[in-house]
């Protein structure tokens, strides 16, 4: 049992619980503090190893330890089921809390992310992000995170953009980094899962999201019954943070219908 998550909590209406991805922290999802508050409880974890939740200890090495913090996150704030969002590896550990704590999962977002697992070079890819973590320190890993990180148009149009997102990026812990990426290799393949899924699923993709790319999501969309997939043009991998009002319009929406 570990102390609580640090956590937003705000605005009024249906709970929605936002996991962000690697390696985040909550900030990833300041754009939609705001504008999401009109229409929902917004719950926004740091996950354990990452910003203000770094100082509660050591954190999980896998997806499904951060899933349960998530489900005593949900139970100290009093909430019993919540829409269950996440963006890449946010949305891995969403799949992870939907076969743990499925009676708790209103509603899924699944934004940029992929059911599949690491593939050998993926896995190989992650141990040397391991070592750079190590040697070189987080603004290493954010630079090598970086080109993937956010899509092409905001490059050349949003530097300010690229450099909030990667500010983010090179804060993050390295004890958390190589955590997260442990966790990541050790992940199981989310691709079972999909046909399991029987709650309303919106599913959010940058068309030029290199790390996930839309291809993942068209193939979750075909497996997931009922499904909705949404595809933001001009936006990469961090879609939430590049294009916030087409994400957040469309979030919106998906609120309203659930
Ligand atoms: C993320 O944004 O969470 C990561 O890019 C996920 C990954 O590396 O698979």
Redesign the pocket.
């Known amino acids: 049992m570990s102390a609580l998550l640090a956590h937003d909590d705000a605005g009024r209406g249906t709970p929605l619980l936002l996991v962000?991805?690697?390696?985040?922290d909550r900030a990833l999802w300041a754009p939609q503090r705001r504008p999401l508050a009109r229409r929902a409880r917004l719950i926004i974890p740091d996950l354990r190893g990452f910003g203000a939740s770094a100082a509660l200890g050591p954190p999980p090495t896998t997806l499904e330890g951060h899933a349960d913090d998530l489900a005593r996150l949900l139970d100290a704030v009093g909430v019993d089921r919540a829409v269950v969002g996440g963006?890449?590896?946010?949305?891995?550990i969403a799949f992870a809390f939907w076969r743990r704590h499925r009676a708790r999962v209103r509603a899924l977002l699944l934004a940029?992310?992929?059911a599949g697992a690491?593939s050998e070079e993926?896995k190989a890819k992650?141990r040397e992000m391991i070592q750079l973590a190590r040697t070189a320190g987080p603004g290493a890993v954010a630079d090598a995170?970086m080109p993937?990180?956010i899509g092409k148009t905001t490059r050349a149009n949003r530097p300010e953009t690229e450099r909030e997102m990667r500010a983010i990026c090179a804060r993050a812990p390295a004890d958390g980094i190589v955590a997260?990426?442990e966790a990541?290799i050790a992940r199981a393949d989310s691709a079972p899962t999909l046909a399991t899924i029987d709650v309303p699923t919106l599913i959010v993709v940058g068309t030029e999201d290199a790390?996930?790319p839309p291809k993942e999501s068209e193939a979750m969309h075909a497996r997931i019954a009922g499904s909705r997939l949404e595809r933001i043009p001009r936006a990469g991998?961090?879609s939430n943070f590049e294009r916030p009002a087409a994400f957040n319009h469309i979030v919106s929406e998906f609120l309203t219908a659930v």
Do not use: E, I
């Not at 963006?87 to 891995?92: H, R, V």
């Open positions: 962000h991805g690697f390696p985040h963006l890449s590896m946010g949305g891995y940029d992310t992929r690491d993926g992650r995170m993937g990180m997260a990426l990541m790390l996930t991998h961090a």
